[in-house]
């Protein structure tokens, strides 16, 4: 075999890479700043990070696109799809009838809902009866003060507060038992400020669904579903979960 045959064949390959590479679509991505941990600005490098930024990244070297990443305030999001001035929308957009009539939506792709958080050394909570007749900490005006008062035969334990540090800090001092709260919340403290402190128990109650946002009639709706199924096929999904939330829930 000739050199100049290896060489040809080498710089004809190095040519289709390229070419493959600069003919990838670029798509227009837009996403809510301020909804932690999802996403938010890193102040350090003006980088959008988060746990939907890792998926929307993994979703786009899967599926075959560019992403060109801009920020706007959740309620500008949809219309942007509808009036086509963005491609793809991903901000913890739950999933819903209405909504689905104004655009698509790529299947779930997180289960969010309501948990329970205690100390580290608490073993004895598991699941949302074992609260009966405990200390309880919610937050002021949440759907998760709601759940327990309606739930539990005991809630003269439930101590709505105003901030949910407020309550992280009322757990690990002793003051309650035990917190109820939005699960991405609780999640994610309990895998950065509260780690080794609290953890996370049981499954999600009063789940709700998130879902990928496309432009009505999107062409890339089925590429994007396989790329979240082989996320989630192959372990990346619980690796990027368990990064920022820590332990994935109990199955339902």
């Known amino acids: 075999m000739s050199t100049k045959w290896l060489k040809t064949v080498g710089a004809t390959l190095a040519f289709t890479v390229a070419a493959g590479t600069a003919s990838a679509e670029t798509?227009?991505?837009?996403?809510?700043?301020?909804?932690v941990p999802f996403e938010m600005m890193d102040q350090e490098t003006g980088e959008m990070i988060g746990f939907d930024m890792e998926i929307i990244r993994e979703v786009a070297d899967r599926a075959g696109f560019e992403i060109d990443l801009n920020t706007m305030d959740f309620n500008?999001?949809?219309?942007?799809?509808?009036?086509?001035?963005?491609d793809i929308a991903i901000a913890g957009i739950t999933i819903t009838e209405a909504r689905e009539?104004?655009?698509?939506?790529?299947?779930?792709?997180?289960?969010?809902?309501?948990?329970i958080l205690v100390r580290e050394s608490n073993?004895?909570?598991?699941?949302?009866?074992?609260?009966?007749?405990?200390?309880?900490?919610?937050k002021i005006g949440s759907t998760s003060y709601?759940?327990?008062?309606?739930?539990?035969?005991e809630d003269d334990g439930v101590t709505p507060y105003p901030g949910s540090s407020d309550m992280y800090m009322a757990l690990m001092s002793?003051?309650?038992?035990?917190v109820f709260y939005d699960?991405?919340?609780?999640?994610?403290?309990?895998?950065t400020k509260g780690e080794g402190k609290v953890k996370t128990v049981g499954k999600l109650y009063e789940g709700q669904q998130y879902g990928i946002a496309l432009k009505d009639g999107s062409e890339w709706v089925d590429d994007v579903n396989d790329a979240l199924a082989s996320i989630k096929e192959d372990g990346t999904y619980e690796e990027i979960y368990e990064k920022w939330f820590g332990p994935m829930p109990e199955d339902k």
Request: proline share 5%; hydrophobic share 40%; glycine share 10%.
């Open 27 to 35: 798509l227009r991505v837009v996403t809510d700043p301020s909804f």
């Open 123 to 138: 073993d004895d909570v598991k699941e949302i009866s074992d609260l009966e007749g405990l200390k309880i900490g919610t």
């Open 76 to 86: 500008g999001i949809i219309p942007a799809l509808q009036t086509g001035n963005v």
């Open 183 to 191: 699960a991405p919340n609780v999640g994610y403290f309990a895998s």
């Open 101 to 115: 009539e104004i655009v698509d939506f790529s299947d779930p792709y997180y289960d969010s809902g309501l948990r």
């Open 146 to 153: 709601d759940y327990l008062v309606a739930t539990l035969d």
């Open 174 to 178: 002793g003051a309650v038992d035990a």
